[in-house]
């Protein structure tokens, strides 16, 4: 089974707009943490974003934010006015455990496209 | 910022050839990663290490081999390539006991067998 699932290949948004790219997962495991990475054309992959599962606020960082709805299991990403260098492939990622834990899991993640 | 870096960013090679990848991390991270991805593709996790002489295979079957001497330094090796190993390699470290065990990436190793 699927333990991030990332529903949409592709998005498109306008620029200066907001965009919600999905993020679903599974676990049983009552510790994890969650996580955002983008990755330009380039080929490096940019931590963006961390919401720790007891966490009561939900995460931003500048334009960025994590609408994390811990009963429904999703972790959606926002990305408040969107500018042309947003365009990217966008990874949700999740660390099973508290600190320590074994590995982390990446979804198969999301290509952003920013028109201008 | 993260300080980890990868050599070389872009290799081409011959099939047969033995090939090492480099990755090497100033910030004392203890766990260390490489991960395999295909263009646009998600990542497989194809080994790790926990610290000095711990290495792990990850998900994806692998034909490399790890090792971690030190603790900055994680060098993958291809003893033989092959085209079937064309593809980017990407190196991450994290820290047990900080940024919530955020793993921080490299600039990836983009390889190319002929």
């Known amino acids: 089974a699927q333990k991030i699932t990332q529903t949409q290949p592709g998005m498109f948004v306008q620029e200066k707009e907001a965009v919600t790219l999905d993020c679903t997962y599974d676990?049983?495991?009552?510790?994890?943490?969650l996580f955002w990475y983008k990755q330009p054309s380039s080929g490096e992959m940019i931590f963006l974003i961390y919401?720790?599962?007891?966490?009561?606020q939900n995460a931003t960082e500048g334009r960025y934010s994590l609408n994390f709805q811990k009963a429904r299991k999703s972790a959606n990403l926002v990305i408040s006015a969107s500018q042309l260098g947003d365009s990217a492939m966008y990874f949700c990622?999740?660390?099973?455990?508290?600190?320590?834990?074994?590995?982390?899991?990446f979804g198969a993640g999301t290509r952003l496209f920013v028109k201008a | 910022e993260a300080d980890i870096y990868q050599t070389p960013r872009y290799l081409v090679i011959g099939t047969g050839k033995k090939i090492t990848l480099e990755c090497s991390q100033t910030?004392?991270?203890?766990?260390m990663y490489w991960y395999q991805q295909d263009p646009g593709m998600e990542l497989h996790l194809i080994h790790y290490?926990?610290?000095?002489?711990?290495?792990e295979k990850g998900d994806l079957s692998s034909e490399s081999t790890v090792s971690r001497i030190r603790t900055e330094h994680f060098p993958l090796t291809l003893e033989s390539a092959r085209p079937s190993h064309t593809s980017q390699y990407l190196c991450?470290?994290?820290?047990?006991?900080?940024?919530?065990?955020?793993?921080?990436f490299g600039p990836g190793t983009r390889l190319l067998v002929l």
């Open positions: 991450a470290s994290s820290d047990v006991l900080r940024d919530h065990e955020t793993q921080y």
């Open positions: 676990t049983s495991d009552p510790s994890y943490g």
């Open positions: 919401q720790g599962s007891y966490d009561q």
């Open positions: 990622a999740m660390r099973e455990g508290g600190t320590g834990g074994f590995k982390t899991i």
């Open positions: 910030m004392g991270h203890d766990k």
């Open positions: 290490s926990y610290g000095v002489n711990s290495t």
